[in-house]
């Protein structure tokens, strides 16, 4: 097992998917994740791609990848796959292996999964993962009399009475049988137990064998030559003699111990003094920076951890941070669990705030965010220095903000930024300013969120991190946003997606593509608005991340409404509620009823409209509704039949624009208290409407709310028959002006109104 070796298995899996791709075997966006599971280096434009998904696409998506392409495989010749001992299997691998199953449901394909009873992981939780795989459970029994002698047969010659001890001492054990059949002994005494077994026949062999056999033992159940001859200490060692006592096999261009008994048994019965050396001998072998072809981090601290150093929680911290690093996320939180416990054993206080700063961000990459904070808050209890007293509030407040509770991440800051100030860093400093305009972005405060973020910006131009820049960039065009500048909000959202060319940080630029969008709408350029949310929602699918795709679903749809295109809205809709409801985005779902209630509008199905408008704030409620309140509220006056219940719905949308919220909330409400005061013959209504929306954008006007307020101007002229013809010209033009904005949803208004005339 030679690095040239190495290198060749690497080529060898290289090619191998090269192939695949070229049959069809394996589908172009399955390859990223067949790379993975081969341990294949990430082409560059491949590792940014899988770099930018969230752990939860990665997983599903993998899974799938797996499944389809054993699926594709089991069309062209029937397959059979075996898995072996899986009471030892990780996560990830008991995660594979039902997707392995899951794809026997569609092709001539078997998996054979075996299992001790106990530690059996093939419970309800597994098979549920399994899908639509049809399976088949065996308990094996001891072997029957013939059945044992049959096997005997197989193994050896005659019928002597030491085959007959044997079968009766083995009691059906296969195992058993044949390691006891393997002894070639005459002896009338047959050892009780296979440990005993394996212990004898270990004791025939010469010392410098035996010796050889312990070290394989501590090394693992898999061991190449190379390593053997390194924790041995004699570069000459051979296996010959193990091989020749079927102890060991051969396994590729290693070796394998002939059963997993055999193996703990050498090992249990090693002085545990020897082990202990001896694993410090292997922790050399897999620690050996200067040799990356053998160095393995995870063994390095497993046989670190097994020798009793001290220095064991050390090597777990730098194994599961690269094992989060390859977004092996369970394998990670393992390891940073176990390091943490050697840390507590050995008061090394530095090393496990560490370990729980990191598994804080796993955590929290995982989706368990109450999790992720207490092991933030446990970092911030057993910090050594201020730098990791700082990260670990930040890690609380980031994992507040996601759960909402927006006082307590607050709370969070308060201990960081001090800390940063400080001692002067400028990164940290960075990300706490961004992440409190943030919080204060979702609560309506949007002067004091511009202050942060204009904070976040300078500490990112200092620390130099262009990362941190657009991610500041970012928050700025939300301040603006919200504050209903559209113009200046777009040219920073421009700025953003522009230091992120090139860069594929997906998570920065999609979610500032839609931002500008947003604007563009606003500006009476929807067709840019439309190919923005489209690329975005490209971009977001492509790389998997779902936060991202929702939005930018959210967004495309909202614009192929406004654009009037209501079957594609329609689709969008429905797309993006799916997206949402699995992501339990309650804020977006509720933005989607919202729009798809006003499809249902634009198709006349009022009581449609209404039973999604009253799930929307339902979910609004909940979530708060300074985001949407308001248009929830004036679309509801649209959809109501009832008089009193239209002004009802009018006046309650009206008073929540007086407490904290976004500018869209304002822009969307006068839009739709127009709409519903045209339908109703409330004319009065719709100018003060009209005229609140005009004041309201005075600071910057708005192209669309421009052209709202004169649409809105035009057709009451022309409905109170004041100089007709001239109210008609000016009809006429604004439709032109609404057509080539591209606001088809406003046509028809303009259109009803013409008829008569023509």
């Known amino acids: 097992d030679t ?56 997983t599903r998506r993998s899974s799938a ?50 299992s001790r009873v106990d530690g059996d992981p093939m419970n309800a939780v597994w098979r549920a993962g399994a899908g639509g795989g049809a399976w088949l459970s065996i308990d094996l029994a001891p072997l029957r009399l013939e059945e044992a002698r049959q096997l005997a047969r197989g193994l050896i010659e005659g019928s002597s009475r030491f085959v007959s001890e044997c079968i009766a001492r083995a009691e059906g054990n296969p195992l058993f049988l044949e390691q006891l059949l393997r002894t070639q002994s005459e002896v ?19 010392e410098p064998e035996r010796s050889a056999l312990q070290a394989a033992a501590v090394i693992g159940k898999r061991f190449s030559l190379e390593s053997l001859r390194a924790v041995v200490g004699r570069p000459g060692v051979m296996c010959d003699a193990l091989l020749a006592a079927d102890l060991v096999r051969l ?110 961000e796993v955590l929290r990459e995982m989706g368990r965010s109450p999790d992720s904070i207490a092991a933030f808050r446990a970092a911030a209890e057993v910090a050594t220095d201020d730098v990791q007293r700082c990260h670990a509030w930040m890690g609380v407040a980031a994992g507040n903000r996601i759960t909402g509770a927006f006082d307590a991440a607050m709370a969070a800051l308060d201990q960081a930024q001090p800390i940063a100030e400080r001692l002067g860093l400028p990164l940290e400093g960075s990300k706490v300013h961004h992440l409190r305009g943030n919080l204060l972005f979702a609560q309506g405060k949007v002067a004091t969120c511009d202050a942060e973020h204009q904070l976040a910006l300078a500490h990112a131009v200092r620390a130099g ?46 979610p500032n593509r839609c931002m500008t969008g947003h604007c563009q709408w606003y500006q009476n350029r929807l067709g840019s608005a439309i190919d923005e949310a489209r690329r975005a929602c490209d971009d977001a699918h492509r790389h998997g991340v779902v936060p991202v795709e929702v939005f930018a679903q959210t967004s495309l749809a909202q614009f192929l409404a406004e654009a009037g295109r209501m ?14 409801r699995a992501a339990g985005s ?40 300074g985001f949407i309140g308001a248009a929830l509220f004036a679309r509801l006056a649209r959809a109501v039949a009832d008089p009193q219940a239209r002004a009802q719905a009018l006046r309650e949308g009206e008073g929540l624009l007086r407490g904290p919220g976004l500018a869209h909330g304002h822009l ?57 013809e001239l109210a008609l010209r000016r009809l006429r033009q604004l439709r032109a002006e609404v057509d080539a904005a591209g606001l088809g949803w406003a046509l028809a208004g303009i259109d009803a109104a013409l008829a008569p005339f023509g």
């Open 465 to 510: 991190s262009v990362e941190c820049e657009a991610q500041a960039l970012s928050g700025l065009g939300d301040a603006q946003y919200a504050q209903g500048r559209m113009r200046s909000a777009l040219a920073y959202f421009q700025r953003c997606v522009s230091l992120c060319a090139g860069r594929n940080w997906v998570r920065i630029e999609a």
């Open 668 to 724: 969307w409400f006068y839009r739709d208290a127009i709409e519903a005061s045209i339908a109703a013959d409330e004319w009065d209504s719709a100018l003060r409407y009209a005229d609140a929306l005009e004041a309201f954008v005075a600071a910057e006007p708005l192209p669309w709310a421009t052209l709202l307020v004169a649409r809105c101007r035009g057709l009451e002229s022309l409905a109170q028959g004041r100089d007709r």
């Open 586 to 625: 309650r804020r977006y779902e509720s933005t989607l009823l919202h729009w798809l209630a006003g499809i249902r509008l634009a198709q006349g199905q009022r009581e449609a409209a209404r039973h999604h408008l009253e799930q929307a704030l339902d979910l609004a409620r909940e979530t708060g509704l």
């Open 188 to 206: 009338v005494s047959v050892p009780p137990t296979i440990q005993s077994l394996v212990l004898e026949r270990v004791d025939r062999l010469a």
């Open 567 to 580: 079957e594609e809205a329609e689709q969008a809709c429905d797309h993006g509620l799916v997206l949402a």
């Open 251 to 360: 396994d590729g261009g290693g070796f394998l111990f002939a059963h997993a008994l055999i193996q703990e048994a050498v090992y249990a019965s090693t002085l545990k003094s020897v082990r202990r050396e001896l694993h410090r001998k292997a922790a050399a072998w897999f620690g050996d920076a200067a040799h990356a072809e053998h160095a393995e981090p995870v063994l390095h601290a497993e046989h670190l951890d097994r020798a009793g150093d001290p220095g064991a929680a050390q090597a777990y911290l730098a194994a599961a941070t690269r094992e989060n690093g390859r977004f092996r996320h369970e394998a990670a939180l393992r390891l940073s669990e176990r390091g943490a416990a050697l840390a507590a054993t050995t008061s090394n206080r530095a090393a496990a705030c560490d370990l729980a700063l990191l598994r804080g």
């Open 3 to 58: 690095a040239a070796d190495q290198a060749g298995d690497d080529d060898a899996r290289r090619s191998a998917v090269r192939r695949a791709l070229q049959c069809g075997a394996v589908a172009a966006d399955e390859e990223v994740f067949v790379n993975d599971l081969l341990d294949v280096s990430q082409p560059h434009a491949l590792k940014l791609v899988f770099d930018a998904m969230d752990n939860a696409s990665r």
């Open 65 to 114: 990848a797996l499944t389809a392409v054993l699926q594709r495989a089991a069309r062209t010749r029937p397959l059979l796959l075996s898995l072996e001992d899986m009471h030892w299997a990780s996560p990830d691998v008991l995660r594979l292996s039902a997707a392995m199953a899951t794809a026997t449901a569609d092709g001539a394909l078997i998996v054979l999964l075996t």
